[in-house]
Nanobody, 127 residues
Framework: QLQLVESGGGEVQFGGSLRLSCAASGFPASGFPLNYYVFCWFRQAPGKEREGVSCIKSSDDSTYYAEFVKGRFTISRDNAKKTVYLQMNSLGPEDSAIYYC???????????????WGQGTQVTVSS
């Protein structure tokens, strides 16, 4: 079973930066290798629904971003380390949330399309 573990969250001041990591281990039940999958970051703030932030296709490194993070966040991956990163710059209080890593077959950021999820890492931005 594929497992995803996020790390790198914490508290940062307004305008600061954080880099989140999502480490994959194990093997997908589908039998397909990891480079068939799309890895995404989602986030959920208190009292709000979970929303998609960014995705990266393992097959060709195509990246996708929600409008509210374009120009501030960068998603990347290290195939050898089986790790996906989310570099977050120019953070504001509105970015405070639990950030989740997910793996699936789509870059649409529609939650039901993602089979594997991590436990999340908290990001808090103080003003």
């Amino acid at each position: 079973q594929l497992q995803l573990v996020e790390s790198g969250g914490g508290e940062v001041q307004f305008g600061g930066s954080l880099r989140l990591s999502c480490a994959a281990s194990g093997f997908p039940a589908s039998g397909f290798p990891l480079n068939y999958y799309v890895f995404c970051w989602f986030r959920q703030a208190p009292g709000k629904e979970r929303e998609g932030v960014s995705c990266i296709k393992s097959s060709d490194d195509s990246t996708y971003y929600a409008e509210f993070v374009k120009g501030r966040f960068t998603i990347s991956r290290d195939n050898a380390k089986k790790t996906v990163y989310l570099q977050m710059n120019s953070l504001g209080p509105e970015d405070s949330a639990i950030y989740y890593c997910a793996a699936g077959w789509s870059s649409t950021m529609l939650e039901p399309l993602y089979e594997y999820w991590g436990q999340g890492t908290q990001v808090t931005v103080s003003s």
